[in-house]
Each structure stands twice: as C-alpha cells, then as structure tokens.
C-alpha cells in the first residue's frame, strides 16, 4: 500500500426487480493498492446504500464476490485496482453473466451448486491428492492424512467466461466438470452417461476461458481434456470387450 | 398458539445456527440479512476451529465451550472443514514461562494436548521458525466461513426456515403494550416495503446488535472490536500454528486451501459500516507470522481484509470475555418480544445458538428440548436448491 491516492469513476451495472437496467458513475477515491471490492463496499456504505452485491470471506475462499471488471471475470476481493485500471480512468463492474441477476451486481448461483452437488463434486480431500507442494512432512506419508478444502470455491467465474455456457442453459459448465474430473479414475458409474452427453464434455469447444479467469488453480479446461480422454479411453474398452465378447460366442 | 414463530434479525453464524435450532424445534421460522448469508463479521472470520487452547489460561469458560463444539462440530459438518490440528510454538524464553500455566490449564479444561521435542515439531511442520523451543499439539482445525454458515442455513431450510436475504431492517412493530410483535423492513433487490410478525423478534446482528437494538431504545453493551488479517499466496504449513503465550497481534498462522493466513489486530472504531485496513496493522501481520513461519516473508500477499467482533464489554479488547451473552429485554429494559445474542466466535455458533432458543422457548412457556447436537448439518451446497 502506498500513500498515493487515485480518483476513479466506478460504472456499476444496477438492476432492480421489474426495472430495467442502466448503468450508474460514481466517483471515488481509492489507494491503488486496495481491491476492487474495497471500492465497491466504500460506494455502499458513503454513496449509495441501495446497491446491492455478494461478498463474504474477503481472502479468495468463499466464492461471493466474483464479478465482470472491464469485462473481464475477477474475484474482487483480491483483484487490486492498480492490476485493472489507472488514475483518472473509469472501471465498468457488471455482474457474471450465465446466472440470473439478483439485483446490481448479485448474481443467484443456484445452478452451479446444484449441479456441483449432482457430480458429487469433493469440497474437501486428502492433501496428497491435492496436486500442490506442501510442506514435506512425514505425515504425508502415515495414514494418519491431512485433509484440506478443495480448490474450487464455486465463484462461478468459469461459468460466466465460457463461451459454450452462453450457448445453452443446461451444459454443466466448466467448474462442473473439473469437479467430476477431481474426483478422480474410475468415474463414477451413474455419472458417466450425464458426463458423456451433449450438456456434458462434449459442449465445451476448448476455448480456455475458463482457465484464463480461474482466481484457484483449478485449471477446468485441462480437467475437462482430460476426463474426455478418460471416458473416450473408458468407451473404447467397452467396445473392445463387447466385440471380443461377441466373437467368442 | 399455532405452530410458534420467529424472526432473525442477521444471517451470519448466529443467525443461521438460531435458525436450524428453533427449525428444529417447531418453529416456524424467516431470516433476515441487509447482505447475503454471511456478509458481515462471520463471512470474513479466521477461520480457526479453535480448540480452546487459546482462552485455557484466561478465559476457562470460552475454553471449554471450544473443545466441546470443536469435538461437535468435526462430526456433524465435515465437508467444510480442515481437521489437522495445530500446535503451539514457543520461540523465546517469555513465551516458555507460560507453558506451566498452559499445560495447567489445558488439563482443567479437558483439552488434549502433547509436547513435542523441536525435532518433531520441526518433522510434521518444517516451515514454522526452526528456533522454536518447544511445541505442543492441539485439536485446532480451520473452517471455510461461509460453507459452515450456508451449512447451517441449508439445514434450517429442510427444516422449513425461510431466508430472505438483501432484506434490510427498518424499525420494530410494537403492540399497544409495548412488546414487540414484527419488523418493518425493505427488500433491497426490488425496493418494496415488507412487513414481518412473529412471536419473538431475535436480533442476531453480531457487532451490529447495538444499532439494531437502539430502534427499541435499548442499549446493548457490545464494543465491536475489528481485526486485521492477511492472507499469503502459499499454504506453508498444514496445521494451525499458535504462538504459546497470552493471546496478542498476529499470532495465528492458519492453512486454508492454498493459503496461510496470518491473524489478527484488535482495534477500536467509531463507523461499524466501513472499517479501513491499515497498512501499519498488514505489517505487523507480516512480522509477527513471519516470527512463527519464516518464509512468510518470501510469499506473496493474497488478500488484506478486516473483521469486526462483537465483544460483550464487560472489558477492552483482548481481556474482554469470548464467551456469549444471550439478552431477554423484558428483564433488561421491559420490553418483551425481542432477545439479543452476542459475543461468542463461529467455533460456538451452535452453543450460541442453543442458547438463544432455549431463552426463546422459555419466554413462550414451551418445553421443547435442543437436539442440534445430534442433527447433521446437509451439504452446504443444498442451500441453494431447496426453495424458500
């Protein structure tokens, strides 16, 4: 943090219940070293207490308050202003596209938790299947495991960069998708047919947005590549063996 | 009387844990929240599941009520929580002259604790200072706030609570007696006018309980202390590391994801609204994690945040109780219908909340017992996809 200070025009997308929706400048000045929620939640609490937006954890684990800065999906919360703009300029803050608007730049998330919830997508998992480095500890190797909360934290970000989201409501979306790939080989059973549809892996046409908005890790287009390979691999061993099943009849 | 009712005023941890109790008892029960679930204190605490080692010396009371609902929460809401355990480290000769007095006390209130050689310690967490003396382990864990809120919240909702979140209080209704019978507030998404009547009015606002209360023309004696924490771009160590000594800045390292988070400051402020994060309080986070977990130091900063506590003040800052405080205002100011809950932290969200609804139950003449001990919290995500 610094002592400077910047004077930024926030162009917020508002929108109430039966109402049609405008965008709304308010001027503000901000350290360039705070983040975009900062601002946000400074807006609300001096300038217009009618405004309206999800945040929660303020340190990128809850998932709230992911939201279009400039267009592009960021979890403000940890997305500093100098990062997205500069003195004098103006920042336009929409909500995530792909879920309905609640009101301003709330979002309802529903569709996500419940297809995470449909996946049986894991919220938390033992840390040496986590794919990070953690401190080598001879714990690691006991079974006495350490556990730790899932990459993923639901912000939905993902789902709002995705191009194949906007084209149907119903495609699981790319988080979905990686949760399923997270839980590991073999898939499980009763999922493969949902995973290997239309609305499922195959909907995604590799653009990486996904990816490139990811504020966790998560990585859900090579999860994505990745569980296609597996249920193409999966396919082919059924088929392989009903062929040879049939010949040897 | 029909089935009883009530209304939340706050969906943060008390909130939604009063909730899922009176659900479960019977009632019929809707929620209330300016915000979404957990917009305020709750959604940006710590995140330590504390085993009460912390407040063993001080604090007995807080203590016990933390191993007890740490050892109870593990069991009904294990999807949104880091088991691990914690240790605390002693780095000087100051912080080994307390460590009688923490075994001491510990033992009196039940906390299972062991002492670890430096080489252990050094073994199971090799990032903590390597000057470390000694070390013992604690059940410490660390919970994902708002999953833990929105678990509760879920639960209530299968029960029959309604949430209306974005619905800000405006005033109480009151009776020609002076009780009172509802809230008059505002749905925030669309700007409509709404009116709420219910057998009991619970204020559940937190640090806020003083501002929601004065609408009654009540004082609540609450002194919302906030804290700073920061959180570091690398998780360095896998259990929470407390400094051993009384509790100060900055002497809690807790993983969480990917994370570590160094916490917290104690302050005093004048807006509850809007609270800065000082620079002066990030680098002191900075320091004194950093005298815990050196490499602190070499990791990038995440995210600076601030959370505001809501301490009953029957003391200042840290020398003030954890406990909470359940207030019935027919025997604090005469006026009936409301109850305040306050103090506390989320490791005692369901003691609290228990609490809460046992005073709730009790100015209703009804005897109906408490079982949130042995309900299971639903997925946190079931939240979203059970209608209202």
Redesign the interface.
């Known amino acids: 943090?610094s002592d400077i200070k910047w004077n930024i025009t926030l162009k917020i997308y508002r929108q109430?219940?039966?109402e049609p929706s405008h965008y709304q400048d308010f001027f503000i000045e901000v350290d360039p070293d705070?983040?975009v929620l900062?601002a946000i939640?400074?807006v609300w609490?001096?300038q217009d207490r009618?405004l309206?937006f999800?945040?929660?954890?303020?340190?990128?684990?809850?998932?709230?308050c992911g939201m279009r800065v400039d267009g592009v999906e960021k979890l403000t919360?940890?997305t500093s202003i100098r990062s997205v703009t500069k003195d004098g300029a103006t920042l336009k803050v929409e909500p995530l596209r792909n879920f309905p608007v609640?009101?301003d730049l709330?979002v309802?998330?529903?569709s996500l938790?419940?297809r995470?919830?449909t996946v049986k997508a894991r919220?938390?998992l033992p840390?040496t299947e986590a794919e990070?480095e953690?401190?080598?500890?001879?714990?690691n190797n006991t079974d006495d495991q350490?556990?730790?909360?899932?990459?993923c934290?639901?912000c939905g970000l993902c789902i709002s960069a995705c191009p194949s989201a906007a084209t149907s409501p119903t495609y699981l979306g790319p988080a979905v998708l990686a949760g399923a790939q997270a839980n590991g080989n073999p898939i499980d059973p009763s999922l493969v047919k949902l995973l290997d549809s239309e609305d499922g892996l195959w909907r995604c046409h590799s653009a990486f947005e996904c990816t490139a908005v990811c504020p966790?890790?998560v990585d859900p287009g090579r999860r994505i590549m990745n569980l296609r390979t597996q249920v193409i691999s999966d396919n082919f061993h059924k088929l392989f063996h009903k062929t040879q099943g049939k010949t040897d009849e | 009387m029909d089935r009883p009712s009530a209304i939340i005023i706050g969906a943060g941890f008390t909130g939604v844990a009063t909730a899922h109790d009176l659900a479960l008892r019977g009632f019929d029960v809707v929620v209330i929240d300016r915000g979404d679930i957990c917009n305020g204190t709750s959604g940006r605490t710590h995140g330590l599941l504390h085993s009460g080692a912390r407040y063993a010396v001080k604090d007995q009371e807080s203590a016990v009520e933390c191993i007890e609902e740490n050892t109870l929460l593990r069991k009904l809401v294990p999807d949104v929580i880091e088991p691990n355990g914690g240790l605390f480290i002693a780095i000087n000769e100051s912080d080994l002259i307390y460590r009688e007095l923490f075994i001491e006390s510990c033992e009196t209130c039940h906390i299972p604790i062991s002492e670890l050689t430096p080489k252990e310690t050094i073994r199971i967490e090799p990032n903590v200072n390597q000057k470390l003396i000694t070390a013992f382990t604690v059940p410490d864990g660390t919970f994902d706030p708002l999953r833990l809120a929105l678990a509760f919240a879920a639960t209530a909702k299968i029960h029959g609570a309604k949430f209306r979140t974005f619905v800000e209080f405006e005033n109480f209704i009151f009776s020609g007696t002076g009780a009172v019978v509802g809230i008059n507030c505002v749905d925030r998404t669309s700007n409509q006018s709404i009116e709420l009547r219910g057998d009991m009015v619970i204020n559940a606002t937190g640090a806020w309980v003083g501002e929601i209360a004065e609408f009654a023309g009540i004082t609540v004696p609450i002194k919302p202390t906030p804290g700073v924490m920061v959180a570091f771009d690398q998780r360095l160590v896998n259990r929470a590391i407390n400094r051993l000594n009384q509790p100060g800045d900055g002497d809690i390292v807790l993983p969480q994801r990917r994370m570590v988070v160094v916490g917290t400051t104690s302050f005093e402020i004048e807006d509850l609204d809007y609270v800065p994060v000082l620079d002066e309080h990030v680098n002191l986070m900075l320091q004194k994690g950093a005298e815990l977990v050196p490499s602190i130091r070499n990791t990038k900063m995440r995210g600076k945040y601030m959370a505001t506590r809501p301490l009953i003040s029957n003391g200042s800052g840290r020398s003030a109780a954890r406990t909470f405080k359940c207030f019935d205002h027919k025997l604090t100011q005469n006026v009936d219908g409301l109850v305040t809950i306050t103090g506390g932290k989320a490791t005692t969200l369901r003691a609290m909340a228990e609490g809460t609804a046992n005073m709730v139950c009790s100015k209703l003449g009804l005897n109906t017992a408490c079982v949130t001990k042995e309900v299971p919290l639903v997925s946190y995500r079931e939240y979203y996809t059970i209608k209202n």
């Open positions: 943090m109430k219940e039966n705070e983040y900062d939640e400074r609490a001096f009618t309206v999800r945040h929660a954890c303020h340190h990128s684990t809850c998932g709230a919360c940890i609640v009101s709330a309802n998330m529903g938790y419940a995470m919830e919220s938390i840390i990070i953690t401190p080598k500890s001879e714990w350490y556990i730790r909360l899932s990459d934290i639901e966790s890790n």
